[in-house]
Structures are given as C-alpha cells and as structure tokens.
C-alpha cells in the first residue's frame, strides 16, 4: 500500500476488509468472541486508513491554514480558567485538551519561518525557549487536576487524623463493629473514588510533543502533585508554628497537635500512592526536606551581613516565600522555631542541670526544655529541619562572636594596653610566685569594668545556644543509632578512619583538595547524625588579640564573685537570683570563644589562673589576720579553682599540678 496511489490503495483496503468478513464465517471463529473482537476492530482501523488515504494534500493545506493557532499567542491566558473549569467538570475533557495542546506547536511556525530561512544557528535555542513557553501553558491548565486531588486529600487526612480508630493487634469480637466504622470507610472510598476520577484521564493520556519537548502526563502530574504538597506541607507548618508567648505548654500543644496532623498527611499520601501511580513517601520527604532547606537557606541569609534578594537565591517558583522587610529576622516557621527555643531557655529566667539535660525556671522550679521536648521537635520538622535549626543557631553563635571580638578591640585603648603590658612582664614566668598578685591585676579589673559589662551577655547567650546545639546533636545521634543503626556504625568507622588517615599521612596538595571535597560530604551526613560537637567547633577565624589571656583573665576575676558552688547539684550559680547572667552559659561562652583562636591561648590562661592562685596562698594568707579577710580571699581563691576545673572539664583537659597543686585543691575543699 502507498499513500501516492489512493485509488490502489483505497480498493486493496476493502478486499482486505471483505475477505475479514468471510473469515468470521468459520464455525471455530464464529463461535470465539475475542477473535471476533479483533477483527472487528482491524476492519474499523481500515476503514479509518480508507477516509485517511483519500485526504487530498490541498485539503490538508487547507486545514493547516484554518487551524492555524498562531494568533492565539496573546489571548491563551485568557482561556486558562475556561479550561480549568471544564476539567474540574468533567476530568475526561483533559484527554480532548490533548489535541490543543497538539496545536499549540503552530504557534511556534511565525516566529521560526525567517529563522529556517536565514539558516540561524539560534534555531535550537528559540525553539527551545518558545517550547518552554508553551509548556509552562499545558502545566497550569493541567495543574486543576493536583490542586483537585489535594482539595480531596485534605479530607482524607482529617478522616485518617481524627476519624479512624488504631487498630490494636487483637480485637475482642464484641468489639469488632465498633471498628469496622462502616460510615467513615464509606466517605473514605468515595473520596478515594473522586480521586481516581480525576487522575484517570492524564494517566490515560499518551507522550506527545509540544514544539520540540516531549510532555510525559505521568510527569506532569508528578510534578502538579509535587507543587500542591509543597504547598500543603508550609501551610500546615507555617499555620501551627506560630507562638506568641514563651510557654512550655503551648509549645508542646502545638507540637503535639501538628506532629498528628503531619502524620496523618503522610498516611493519607501512602492510601492513595497506587491510585495516582506515584511514590508518595518518597515525593514526601523529597519536597519537605527541600522546603526546610529553601527556608534554613533564607533565615541563614538574614544572619549575614551582605545580604541577597530572595529573586538573588534562585530557588525553584513554585516554592512559597515569606515576605522579608527591613531587618527582619525569624521570619520562617523555622525562624520561628529557633526563637521560641531562645526564650524558652533565657538565661534571666532559667538555669540548666546538665546531668539532667534539662532547663529549669529560677521561680516555679518546672522544667522549660528537655530532650523530649526536642525528640517533639524531631517528630515534626524530621531531621532535615532539626539539623536546619542547629545550622541557625550556628549563625546566632558566629554574631555573638564577632561582636565580643569588636567590642575587645574597641575598648582596648592606651591606659589599658599599658595595664596589661605590665601584667605581661610581671608574671611572664609563670612557675615564679608574684607578690602583691591582687594589687597587679587591680588596676586592669578597674579600667576593664565597662568591657567585662558589655561582653558578659554575648557569652552568656553564646553558652546557651551551645548547650541547645548539644541537645540537638545528642536527640539526632539517638535517632540515628536506634533508627539506622547500620549507617551509624558506618560512618562511626568512616570517620575514625578519617581522623587517623589526616592525623599519621604526609599529603600532597591535589591530595588535600579532594580529600577537602570527601571531608566535606562526609561532614555535611555527619551532621544530619549527630556527629558533631558544638563546643569545639571553629566557627571563625578571627586575626589574634593582644594580651587575650590576660584579658579573660581579668573577666574571669570581675565576674567570679558574682557565683557560687551548689552542693547539691555540684554545679555554678548565681549568687544572687536577680542576676541575669547563668554562670554556666558565661563559662560555656568564654570556652567556646577560645576554641576560636591559637589553643596556647588556652593554656596560658589556665596558667595565669593556677599562678595567681599559688601567689595569693605564698603570699597574702600567711600575712593576713584579720579573719573576716582571710575568709573572703579563701572563698576567692576557691571559686577562682572551681573555674578552673569547670573550663578544663569543658575544654577536655586533664588537671596538673603545675597549675594548681592537687594537695591545696584537696586543703581548699575541706575548708569550704
């Protein structure tokens, strides 16, 4: 058969389609209805080639001239919603879309006429770009049907979230029909019906190209669905994540409420999975952990200080934005999460028990954060968003520490750089005995006043969102060992294997630069395992300080009077209850900003404390009579040793004798 020979081939098509007729006359055919079937439907096709074969090249022109859809161009947008409404009438009107959407390629005929003829090599790239065009058309005419589904599942989850009774592994047979909830599982079939009514026909569509990108329906609704989740998931946790007030219970209400709610979203996701003919957990957790990445990307850029536009991030469109004005900060859920954290634990009003792991109010002695309240936490944002928080509570610590260094550098001026200079000389030997040790550093405490007021709080606040940052990496590492215990061995041997390899080999630069790409990688996992130890991060590199040791020195002396031991929980408090800096946060802080510079600056420090301990015993508790003095400058030199041991216990470093002999450690103690 040739198409050029219409008349051979019209009359060849009905000998064919008559001997099919006397074929069907055979008793074994006759009696077979599926054979039947199949030649009935051969004849209709050959009948369908005889109307085609007899369509003459004129009469195509013809309809090419009267179909043309190049004047449409500028008025589609315009039967975006007429379209729309007709799907959402009857869902398989989208199976005749199929043909417009066909048509729409002429559109591209204008515009691509004079670039054929020029022989243009930007032929490719402007078909390209009106093919996208074209494209982005048939995906928000099409995204009716998602947006229908969703309207639907929003039902589904209530009734799985609410309605639906957990069934127990046994079920008494009295108590059968109560379980059986034959009305729920009623409108549950007739949403899921609804459902199926409204993806048939995309899912019955076949691939067909537009200009010259091919459209898959089976993606393009993938994709419809992927951008009504998205937006499903940030008004469910944009809506609960709102707190007005600082409140435990509120806090874990909320949770609460939201963790159910986001759990019967994913139920609700996984019943209909095989309806849609999609991996619904898997587009789940592909499109939340990618919303909590847009979102810590943007509270990060906030914390900056050269900042980027949201259209200067370049995330993908379909992904909803807050709205950012002025020096707004916090202005996610997750921003919102991160602070509600903060006030949670303010330092003015609560204090922390470590071997608790627990914060505590100062006035009604009720805990305000536990790790149970962070396991809540986990439940609702996941990993990828408790890991985001720690990311932004990071940036918190990196501001705190740029402004305690500033504000170092500021103060220093001559009067004090003299001070210090002269603390330098005078105590350079530091295994020697200074006499007169208090009256040295008087001077400096003075002039150091205004500095040591203005720092105290950075630390403070540094201390406190570290000791946050640690619940969060030990609630991550728990998950992870008891939830992937085989990924957490693994990289528990991948990262001793990488320590040993930096710590024992000789590397080459090519070396280092790849291995620099692993490290990063690997860490990036790390995290996401608890992996991780906030106190002893670098988080950045400052250049050094004159006289630093001796610095902290000094704010160690002006601030140690203000706390005191508890016996009972073995730990340092504030003397007095109306002090607004926690002992344990500012110590925690001050740690944490050495770990930032040289670790001889550690050293020296512990060194200038041990030295000015053994001084003061050498020299002024032999002398002094008065008993009043002597037990204020015994309680001084106490606290000055239990500093001592608070910083080398966080920092990991092991007592020695040189910095303070353990027998007057041992005498210090029995005296208290």
């Not at 608890?530 to 106190?535: A, Y």
């Amino acid at each position: 058969l040739a198409y050029t020979d219409s008349t051979y081939a019209g009359r060849k098509i009905q000998q064919l389609i008559k001997a099919l007729e006397d074929v069907e006359q055979y008793h074994l055919i006759e009696n077979n209805i599926q054979v039947k079937q199949y030649l009935h439907d051969i004849r209709q096709n050959m009948r369908q080639m005889i109307r085609v074969v007899n369509v003459k090249v004129q009469f195509l022109q013809l309809i090419a001239q009267i179909s043309d859809f190049a004047y449409s161009w500028q008025v589609l947008k315009d039967y975006l919603n007429l379209m729309q409404e007709q799907i959402k009438l009857s869902p398989a009107n989208a199976l005749l879309l199929r043909a417009t959407f066909m048509k729409l390629s002429s559109i591209m005929n204008s515009p691509m006429v004079r670039i054929i003829q020029a022989n243009s090599p930007d032929l490719l790239s402007v078909s390209k770009y009106y093919s996208g065009e074209l494209m982005r058309f048939v995906k928000e005419v099409l995204q009716i049907i998602p947006k229908s589904v969703f309207e639907t599942l929003e039902d589904i989850i209530v009734l799985l979230a609410t309605k639906f009774k957990k069934i127990p592994q046994k079920i008494p047979r009295a108590e059968l029909k109560d379980y059986a909830q034959f009305e729920e599982r009623t409108l549950m079939a007739n949403h899921v019906h609804q459902i199926c009514v409204y993806t048939q026909s995309i899912l019955a569509m076949e691939t067909y190209l537009v200009g010259v990108i091919e459209v898959n329906p089976k993606e393009i609704l993938e994709d419809g669905i992927r951008r009504e989740l998205i937006k499903l998931i940030y008004r469910f946790l944009d809506k609960a994540l709102v707190f007005p007030t600082a409140d435990t219970n509120e806090y874990v209400q909320k949770l609460n409420s939201l963790s159910d709610c986001l759990e019967g979203f994913k139920k609700a996701l996984e019943y209909i999975q095989d309806f849609l003919n999609i991996y619904g957990l898997k587009i789940w957790q592909e499109e939340f952990d990618k919303l909590i990445n847009v979102y810590i990307d943007i509270e990060a850029n906030l914390l900056l200080k050269t900042r980027m536009t949201i259209e200067e991030l370049e995330y993908e469109d379909y992904i909803p934005m807050p709205k950012i004005t002025g020096e707004t900060r916090f202005v996610t859920f997750l921003g919102r999460l991160v602070r509600v954290l903060i006030d949670l634990t303010d330092p003015k009003r609560v204090t922390y028990v470590d071997y608790c792991l627990t914060f505590y109010d100062l006035t009604t002695n009720k805990e305000t954060l536990s790790m149970r309240h962070i396991s809540l936490l986990r439940k609702c944002v996941g990993v990828a968003g408790l890991s985001g928080i720690d990311k932004l509570l990071s940036f918190l610590v990196i501001g705190h520490l740029r402004i305690i260094t500033k504000t170092i550098r500021q103060s220093c001026d001559a009067p004090m750089l003299q001070a210090l200079a002269e603390i330098a000389e005078k105590t350079k030997s530091l295994n020697n005995f200074v006499e007169a040790i208090d009256k040295l550093y008087a001077k400096a405490r003075s002039l150091m006043k205004t500095l040591v007021a203005n720092i105290v709080p950075s630390f403070v606040q540094i201390g406190q969102i570290i000791i946050l940052r640690q619940m969060i990496s030990l609630e991550l590492n728990n998950a992870g060992r008891i939830n992937s215990s085989l990924l957490y061995d693994e990289l528990s041997n991948l990262n001793r294997s990488i320590l040993l390899d930096v710590y024992q080999q000789k590397h080459t630069p090519e070396k280092e630069e790849a291995e620099n790409h692993m490290i990063y990688e690997v860490s990036r996992i790390m995290t996401y395992m608890g992996f991780s130890e906030p106190l002893k991060k670098i988080y950045f590199t400052p250049d050094p300080i004159d006289h630093l040791p001796i610095i902290l020195f000094v704010f160690i002396l002006n601030t140690a009077g203000s706390v005191m031991l508890d016996d009972r929980l073995k730990m340092l408090v504030r003397k007095n209850k109306k002090d607004e800096n926690e002992p344990s946060f500012m110590f925690l802080g001050l740690t944490c900003f050495l770990n930032q510079f040289h670790e001889s600056n550690l050293k020296l420090l512990f060194a200038l404390i041990g030295q000015y301990i053994r001084s003061l015993i050498n020299y002024n508790l032999l002398t002094i009579k008065d008993n009043k003095v002597l037990n204020d400058l015994l309680g001084d030199v106490f606290m000055l040793s239990i500093v001592l041991d608070e910083m080398m216990r966080l920092r990991d470093v092991k007592r020695r004798d040189d910095y303070v002999p353990i027998d007057i450690v041992t005498h210090l103690n029995s005296l208290k």
